[in-house]
């Protein structure tokens, strides 16, 4: 059984010109130990696709799919309360902008702490031993002093990091990152990436890894899907989509790449893809 | 023999230092910050330099030394053969016009309540007598060079693209027929398949215009494909500098080589061997 499915995935917005169509029927499934990748560019929906399996979009959204099944559990039509105690505690979510997601307010001591507090229940001994335990493993160094700073007195790995131990505090089954490393250096996103790669191999959980970069891809994913305007255009394992992709939007996304650049100029996405995105099925 | 080269080089520049002072309190004595330590280069007509480093390294400030928005704390700045006073108060116009810069971030740099067509009319309001007619003609002209047309005169920033809005920087930067282009990372805010598009712009233009890059970057697989020559800075210092092929085939600095191991790579090779390493971590 897939640790999470999700079939025909559909999300729309209301605009002043209609319904917008930012999902259109999305079907993917991820597995314990496995890593999925979600390439496409900005506005290919890649990210409320998973926001939407959070139950983070606004009200406003219209969420339809046939299936969202989490562990064989339905996620779709969850209570607020029962949502919220599997968030944060069996899924888990890292985001872009790592100082932006922290709470500039608290201590990062004190944001960790409350996440082990609601979903665990530790004490204020155990709590403490916990987070001091977790920043070790997620490589910060002097965790116990680390535990009194704010996020404005660390940089943007450091935040990073702390945002990977409060995601993995309470050994979720199932990580989403969206765009871990977009903001980070090269050398920090080699670290971070590593870091994320060895903790879903010595937790087996799941991840989902949303990037645009082809790179990051390479480096992580076991499978990916490639998403272009709200339309699943390609799944494939990481080595056949890289070797032999399917779909035309893939060749250009990959032709693309300035290392496989031939001659003086890029090939750009307009001159194999016309724009009109062809469903998975027809192409494959 | 020197007059050749010296008409040959579009800028030198000869051990450049910046210091930024951090206001001391009352027990606190001031403290200086050497961002750039002393850096050196020459740079020969129609060429692209290629800075890399890490957030904090000194390459937006030796750009906005060369762009003459911070005044250098030593050093010489020869730009066409010619020795620039940096002093405040010193600067020629025709300096001014010779060198241009286009920033990283194409939704910050522009004015939201500006029309695009008064965007480009500026720098001509500002530095010339031309009549409005013709302000309007040669912004025109330019919008059509940069693969935008006259329709979108009249339109606001809000109504472009992230791309057609960094074609936009680019070209308020050309209205003054520049020589020298600082490229501010102009690419990394922008997805994969419009990254292609710019930077084909951009070879085109250099092209057409005969135009010198000074291009910004650390996505070192557009530098391989974009640069003459590479200046890899660490720390305030260029650690490493020279042609791209010598670069890349061969780094001297221990950092370099770090910055290489840590580009992620995207070619078929490295995918099957790493698909290869996890299957006998799996089975082991």
Redesign the interface.
Known sequence: MALLQIDNLTVEFETASGWFRAVDGVSMSVNSGEVLAIVGESGSGKSVAMLAVMGLLPWTAKITADRMLFEGRDIQNIGASERRKLIGKDIAMIFQEPIASLNPCFTVGFQIEEVLRIHLGLDKKARRERAIELFRQVGLPNPEERLNHFPHQMSGGQCQRVMIAIAIACDPKLLIADEPTTALDVTIQKQILDLLMSLQAKNGMGLIMITHDMGVVAETADRVVVQYKGKKMEEADVLSLFENPKSNYTKALLAALPENATGDRLTTVSQYFDGTPEPAGTSA | MTEIKKSNTMLEVRDIKRDYELPGGLFKPKKIIHAVKGVSFSLERGKTLAIVG??GCGKSTLARMLTFIDEPTSGDLIIDGEKTDTRPGHLTPEMRQKVQIVFQNPYGSLNPRQKIGDVLGEPLLINTKISAAERRERANEMLVKVGLGPEHYNRYPHMFS?GQRQRIAIARALMMNPKLLVLDEPVSAL???????V??LL?DLQDEFGLTYVFIS?????V???ADEVMVMYFGEAVEYGTRDEVFSDPKHEYTR??F????????E???A??AR?KA?SAA
Not at chain 2, 218 to 222: G, I, T
């Open positions: 890490e957030s992230g997805d994969l398949s419009v990254q292609a598009q930077l084909n070879a650390h996505d070192l697989s557009v391989r494909y974009i770090s910055l191991a840590a580009t992620p790579r995207a070619d078929v490295s995918i099957r790493r698909v996890k971590a």
